[in-house]
């Protein structure tokens, strides 16, 4: 079956009770067995049978049964948010000593987390130029217990050369991590490019139109320890698993994602060179664009859709919280790839408690604002900012 057609099918290896067609969400904590001896079997994991949902839970079980499906990976593992399946990644990962090589272009909370945070359990964060492979490959030791990146930053808009991270990644038996939320695992494939393990805030486009908080951890099972670690150590003990309501509606999410990702892609780019032709927008960053810096790398990587974030820089401050305070249509809100546009000036905000000189070395100007483009007709989005950016 080709992927699309997975993504709505796919069967869950037992069938509901009633042959319910939306597979039914599972709102039990416990699990009888018909005698101690399978109880202790499945406790123990030799046979596969649910015990508590704090760790497994039929209806979390058949969302992360068709993630697998989609990317091929070895293992999936639904947790409650894109930080939970970050921190819970690298956790596993971490150790006293060690360091993670990655970059200051990070979402601000999983900055905050390899910099900050793990800090103070003996873990180096090495910040380097991720698009500079010989400083990365100075970067890489030994002591470096996994390269973790994002395939495109945000809102610098920086797209990472995949395979030539990956050459280095394997030359050191280092897994290389990647944040692979901007673009859908539907649209293209991390592991062949090499990835080893992907993280997801499936709380963008997965959830289908921001119905509910949820990551991902797809694991392509080359770190046989990672792979073991998580499942029977890390799930039990960080306690982040995914709750059934949630995985009932990030599945139905799942099988609208390509619709959704189609037109958002398509309403990013149309909007995207509308709006380069607009005077007070000094410029538009959108790796859509055939002028951007990362186009082709882009297209080689993920396809012909560059996804649905455009950024776009206006002459101040002052100029983009006017241009905000005029929308009419698009909504002032953070979060990615909703079914509505938002709007967000990222420096105030997602990085405001940044000191300004940090701010500064992470490249999030004052002038940029981030857009996330969704499902209306592009005319009245492109008018809403036409109309934003009048005196
Ligand atoms: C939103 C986001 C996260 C965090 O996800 P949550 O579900 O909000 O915890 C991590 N990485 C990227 C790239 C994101 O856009």
Redesign the pocket.
């Known amino acids: 079956m080709k992927k699309q057609t997975q993504a709505i099918h796919l069967a869950y290896k037992r069938p509901d009770a009633y042959n319910a067609l939306s597979f039914p969400v599972y709102n039990a904590v416990a699990y009888e067995f018909p005698d101690a001896q399978m109880m202790s079997d499945a406790f123990c994991g030799r046979i596969d049978a649910p015990d508590y949902s704090r760790v497994e839970n039929p209806t979390v079980t058949n969302f992360e049964r068709r993630v697998e499906a989609l990317t091929g990976a070895v293992h999936v593992t639904a947790v409650n ?4 399946a ?1 921190s819970n990644a690298i956790l596993t990962l971490a150790a006293k000593g060690k360091n993670i090589v990655t970059s200051k272009h990070l ?1 601000g ?2 900055f905050s987390l390899l910099a900050f945070t793990l800090h103070r359990f003996g873990v180096d964060a090495r910040l380097v130029d991720l698009t500079n492979l010989d400083e990365v490959r100075e970067a890489v030791d030994d002591k470096t217990c996994a390269l973790f990146f ?1 395939i495109i930053t ?1 809102p610098q808009m920086e797209v990472a050369d995949i395979g030539g991270l990956a050459e280095i990644t394997k030359s050191h038996h280092v897994p290389l991590v990647a ?1 692979t ?2 673009i859908p695992f539907t649209q293209f494939s991390a592991k062949d490019l090499g990835v080893d393990i992907e993280v997801v ?1 499936s ?2 486009y997965v959830s289908g139109g921001a119905t509910s ?3 991902l951890i797809i694991d392509y099972g080359n770190f046989p320890r990672f792979t073991k670690t998580m499942a029977g150590e890390s799930l039990f003990n960080f306690g982040a698993y995914m709750t059934p309501q949630v995985a009932f509606l990030q599945t139905i999410g799942l099988e609208t994602l390509d619709a959704r990702y189609r037109v958002q892609s398509s309403n990013a780019l149309e909007l995207a060179k509308r709006l380069e032709k607009l005077p007070q927008i000094k410029r538009v960053n959108y790796v859509g664009l055939e002028d951007n810096p990362y186009h082709e790398l882009a297209r080689k990587q993920f396809g012909k859709a560059a996804g649905a974030m455009v950024c776009i820089d206006l002459e101040s401050q002052e100029a983009c919280f006017s241009m905000l305070n005029k929308l009419k249509v698009i909504h002032r809100a953070t979060n ?1 790839f909703d079914n509505r546009t938002l709007a967000i000036h990222p420096a105030s905000t997602i990085f405001g408690l940044f000191p300004p000189k940090a701010r500064q070395d992470m490249d999030v100007l004052d002038t940029t604002i981030r857009l996330s483009v969704g499902l209306e007709d592009v005319d009245d989005l492109f008018e809403d900012i036409r109309q934003a950016l009048e005196k």
Request: glycine share 16%; aromatic share 4%; net charge negative.
């Open positions: 948010s894109g930080m939970a970050i979402f909370n999983t994002e945000n944040d939320t901007t805030s709380t963008k908080l949820g990551g990615l």
